[in-house]
């Protein structure tokens, strides 16, 4: 099962908080989220919730990252689980996306020059 968390912050953030493992089966409510969330200019998807991602949930994350630039917005995702972030990497996530360990450490990313993004450590 999957729960999917939204939060508007008073500083101009949009986060989106998957709890749950992200697999074939979770898919789809993700997808729908992060089509929900494609608009909104600064988007913070925080990752900290989920043990799993499978490769239908990357795929969606992807999509969803791919569909907010195309709107004009731009994605940081907070990635804290050692698993998650080797697979992450191993994947070449982390040259498409900028990967942090926090969302205090994600809303910063966003105000670094394109190029400048903060990656996590492992």
Avoid at 35 to 63: H, K, N, T, Y
Avoid at 81 to 96: A, W
Wanted: glycine fraction near 10%.
């Amino acid at each position: 099962m999957l729960k999917i968390e939204t939060e508007q912050t008073d500083d101009g953030f949009t986060i989106c908080r998957p709890v749950g493992e992200l697999d074939a089966f979770t898919v789809s409510q993700f997808r729908q989220s992060l089509a929900e969330l494609a608009s909104q200019s600064r988007l913070v998807i925080d990752m900290s919730g989920v043990p799993f991602v499978d490769s239908a949930g990357l795929g969606a994350l992807i999509g969803g990252i791919r569909r907010a630039r195309e709107l004009g917005g731009d994605v940081v995702v907070v990635v804290n689980r050692p698993g998650l972030v080797r697979t992450l990497r191993t994947t070449g996530f982390d040259r498409i996306v900028a990967m942090t360990e926090t969302v205090d450490a994600a809303k910063q990313a966003f105000e670094k020059p394109e190029g400048e993004g903060t990656t996590t450590e492992s």
